[in-house]
């Protein structure tokens, strides 16, 4: 299925005025996709989340502030870029790799920053001598820090990173490497190390394990004063009946893999599809949807 470019700007730029903000949700150490949105996807009552996916939350945030004709203006500048073969028509591939693009645009700012940051000699190349001076210098003299972080620790830690998204061995970061360093949970051949500092970051005892009070210790912090909230019971429950696959009391390697990286299902796919489904209708009977939904989030449209 394909749309026109005036089709997805038009449903685009309607629900795009419309977005309403909701409550975030506590964060955990899994490591889902990019996450679309933390708002209700419920297109009976408003199109928030398609807002975030299609445009990213941060993005989103910036055109909550616009006229209605701004608005309409950018959508449509920037669904000429979705528009990869500049058919006139946007289909749900094109549409895909926009929002995965859009959901992943702040790692892509982030390793910008920090590339400027460490790259000393300017050959856009970042060298672990290079990463470990500029992260740490002087800090590594100091035995006794004021903020109570062991930094050599951190620095091995780091510097085993390092070399595992090195895959040409030769210690000198491409930006793809140095992506690959930050954010490893976005690259299938870091996703070992990923389970490994989660496993060493929970792991109290030593034995190379999890076990429950071990998880339940990195989430939640017990005062001995109160009595444990209605979540934390839940999570106990998901450990014995879930996380803990084989029952044995704690989590291996494996088990821990599939809790913090668990196999979930192509959301940008399903947006796209979404996104193509609604817009691919006729002129009035789209109108009528975005109409009928600015209306429940208190938006007057001319429709004129």
């Known amino acids: 299925m394909v749309l026109g470019v ?31 949105s933390d708002k209700v996807h419920d297109d009976g009552q408003n199109f928030d989340y398609d807002h975030d996916a299609f445009l990213g939350v941060d993005e989103a945030k910036t055109f909550d502030q616009l006229t209605p004709e701004e608005s309409k203006e950018r959508l449509g500048k920037i ?62 003299d100091d035995p006794d820090p004021d903020d109570g972080f062991n930094y050599k620790q951190m620095m091995v830690r780091d510097e085993r990173r390092f070399k595992m998204a090195d895959q040409d061995g030769d210690l000198l970061a491409t930006k793809e490497e140095f992506t690959a360093f930050l954010h490893p949970e976005e690259y299938d051949y870091m996703k070992d190390i990923v389970v490994q500092e989660t496993m060493e970051d929970i792991d109290k005892n030593g034995d190379g394990f999890i076990n429950l009070e071990e998880y339940i210790g990195d989430m939640y912090s017990h005062d001995g004063n109160t009595d444990e909230p209605e979540w934390v019971k839940t999570e106990r429950e998901q450990f014995v009946e879930f996380r803990d696959k084989n029952h044995d ?27 193509v489904y609604e817009s691919d209708k006729d002129k009035v009977r789209g109108l009528t949807l975005a109409v009928a939904i600015c209306k429940k989030s208190g938006t007057d449209l001319d429709t004129n």
């Open 6 to 36: 005036q089709q997805v700007v038009g449903y685009l730029a309607l629900w795009a005025l419309c977005a309403q903000s909701k409550p975030t949700e506590k964060k955990d150490r899994v490591h889902h996709d990019a996450q679309l």
């Open 79 to 140: 669904v000429s870029k979705i528009d990869g073969d500049q058919d006139g028509f946007v289909t749900v591939e094109e549409l895909k790799a926009w929002i995965k693009f859009a959901q992943k645009r702040w790692i892509y700012e982030d390793v910008e920053r920090q590339q400027k940051g460490h790259d000393l000699n300017g050959d856009g190349l970042i060298s672990w001598e290079e990463y470990k001076n500029a992260t740490y210098g002087y800090v590594l």
């Open 249 to 275: 009391g704690k989590m291996d390697k494996e088990e821990t893999k599939d809790w913090i990286l668990p196999s979930d299902y192509d959301h940008a796919e399903a947006e796209a599809r979404h996104l």
